[in-house]
């Protein structure tokens, strides 16, 4: 119910007062919580029901979010597609969660004409079926769900080379916004830029400013030039970006001719911020700055560093500590066992709380490997300091973070054994000024094979932000007696 | 080779991809990575001058579009203009 809770106390109290913004229009709460119902009803009167799943494939606007309302309130569960995957990887979602309809933009919808079986709506938010659903269907009567209803199948990148569907309900979005609520405090006079894609976990930064009552202004794909213009021409007090979006925006002409004195806070996470970023935006923008850090399975963002704890960019070595874990969440830093270490020793961060998620879809042997001891292992090495800030120092998992977006190795290195001239592949992420991290692949090839072709071949199978830019034909991979990749080897020959 | 098609040389490290692209082609939808597509549009203002706005950004989908804006955008300045 926090969902529906959240609409109708900003109903109540903000009525007339903007709660969405996206490039074609925007809605005050009365309308948004209007238009949810009524295509609750709408939804529902084409026979989607209490547990089904629904996929969108869009890029940020107000539908989106409507949709992800709309299906709260009937029960079924919102299943968001990252618009840049590849026609297998929207397909392999789909067919695993067993949508019944796939919602979205035409032109994205359009490049998937063959869709699983299980499909049997589909229909785009710029079409005028769309629009009149619920406007004349027969009232329905809209169920009453606990929290602990499923509402949301979030996709993240896996070790396993298929993505894996994050099961969340609404007690997680909850909890995360209360304790959300509870240490950054915002309020309904915030207006903020989410310049993050709402397919990804980092969306319930914008539920819990959605549920203060704040405006969240949309981006339809993010460019330095338009997150500019909106924060100018929104009075935007706040926003939501990964560092790398920040460095490309300070680079950008329009940043020294765009107003952005209304700026009060910019929200960064889903990667490391350079120090040469923070040091550039702490003397250009006069705001402050909040981490986020968070984590789909966790339930989001679950740990946050405020504006007063940031420290001088003077003072920066090397990374920026997380912050302090919200509160009603957990987190601490164990050893191998499980173990919470002493503060200050460098351990596996762990997580407990109503946050988290129920589990990966339809797999319970992912989700039994990612629990310790009812913890859930957020793959992230790190200590706690003295004042209980975590501050993070590796990953223990083999995993790269391209400009915020996770992509695992071993997902491009299935894709380039699926070539068959491929007979042995490995991937590393080596660091990118621009992107954090890039991938970069070594493959042992038949006599013949170039580059070309299995960059084609990739082009094929995989999301553009997961394709290597460059290819490296070796003569063998270098791997310990178990079998396992030895990738210090290949980055350090890099 | 046009100025636009150096610049994806340069940000894609190969020259394949700029050389199968038609002057005509929606860049957003050619496969690119949408990192590389904001990177291109910094590097055109860093190696021109030429600063490129939100509104800019509208007009601005293939090739052929970003050759004409900078085109245009050369010979306003060569006369005097904004």
Redesign the interface.
């Known amino acids: 119910m926090w969902l529906t809770q959240l609409l109708e106390r900003n109903r109540q109290c903000f009525a007339d007062r903007v709660a969405l913004v996206d490039e074609h229009r925007s809605v005050t709460w009365s309308e948004f919580a209007e238009r949810t119902a009524e295509l609750a009803r709408g939804l529902a009167g084409l026979g989607i029901a209490r547990g089904d799943r629904v996929a969108v494939l869009s890029q940020d606007r107000i539908e989106v979010l409507e949709c992800y309302f709309a299906l709260a309130r009937l029960g079924a569960l919102f299943v968001p597609l990252n618009h ?1 995957l590849a026609v297998p990887e929207v397909a392999g979602i789909v067919e695993r969660v067993g949508a019944v309809a796939v919602l979205g933009e035409s ?1 994205l919808l359009d490049r998937h004409p063959v869709l699983p079986g299980s499909v049997r709506i589909r229909l785009a938010f710029d079409k005028p079926a769309f629009a009149a659903l619920g406007t004349v269907a027969a009232p329905v009567e809209l169920p009453v769900l606990p929290d602990s209803e499923p509402v949301a199948v979030l996709h993240t990148s896996a070790t396993t080379g298929r993505a894996k569907g994050v099961t969340v309900d609404e007690g997680s979005f909850r909890a995360i916004g209360l304790g959300w609520l509870a240490v950054a405090r915002p309020d309904d006079h915030v207006v903020m830029v989410n310049c993050c894609p709402l397919y990804h976990g980092s969306m319930v930064v914008s539920l819990t400013y959605l549920a203060a009552g704040a405006t969240v202004v949309l981006l339809p ?6 997150a ?2 909106a924060v100018e021409r929104h009075r935007a007090t706040h926003m939501w970006l990964v560092p ?1 979006m920040l460095r ?1 925006m300070l ?4 940043s020294h ?1 765009t107003d952005l004195s209304s700026l009060r806070e910019v929200l960064y996470g889903a990667a490391p911020m350079p120090p040469d970023v923070y040091a550039d935006a702490v003397a250009r923008l006069g705001c402050g700055f909040r981490q986020v850090y968070g984590m789909t399975e966790v339930g989001g963002p679950f740990v946050t560093l405020g504006p007063d704890e940031h420290p001088a960019p003077a003072e920066v070595a090397e990374r920026i500590p997380c912050g302090r874990v919200v509160p009603g969440m957990s987190a601490r830093a164990v050893d191998r066992t499980g173990r919470e270490v002493p503060r200050g020793q460098i351990g596996q961060i762990v997580v407990r709380g109503p946050g988290l998620m129920q589990g990966y879809w339809d797999d319970p042997a992912a989700t039994r490997e990612v629990f310790l001891d009812g913890w859930a292992q957020t793959g992230d090495l790190g200590f706690v300091d003295e004042d209980g800030r975590i501050h993070l120092v590796d990953r223990s998992k083999d995993l790269i973070i391209r ?1 915020g977006q996770n992509v695992y190795p071993s997902e491009i290195e299935r894709a380039l054994l699926a070539h068959p001239a491929v007979r042995d592949a490995a991937v590393v992420g080596v660091p990118d000024e ?2 954090g991290e890039i991938p970069l692949a070594y493959v042992v090839a038949e006599d013949g094979t170039g ?2 072709e299995l ?1 084609t071949h990739l ?1 094929g199978n995989l999301a ?2 997961k ?1 290597p ?2 290819i490296e034909f070796i003569d063998q991979v270098p791997r310990n007696p178990a079998g396992k990749i030895i990738k210090k080897l290949l980055r350090d020959g890099d | 080779m046009s100025t636009i098609r150096e610049l994806l040389v340069e940000l894609t490290g190969t020259s394949e991809y700029a050389d199968t692209l038609g002057d005509d082609v929606d860049l957003a939808g050619s496969g690119i990575d949408s990192g590389d597509l904001v990177r291109l549009v910094l590097l055109v203002e860093q190696r021109t001058g030429v600063e490129i706005t939100a509104a800019d950004m509208e007009t601005l989908r293939t090739i052929g579009d970003y050759e004409s804006f900078l085109a245009d955008r050369a010979v306003a300045g060569s006369s005097g203009g904004a």
Do not use: H, I, N, V
Request: proline fraction near 7%.
């Open positions: 840049s032109d794909g993010f460019t330095p030039q338009k500019l213009a790398q490309f680079r950008a002409k329009a001719s400009a621009d992107y580059e070309r960059l082009a553009p932000y394709r830019r460059r």
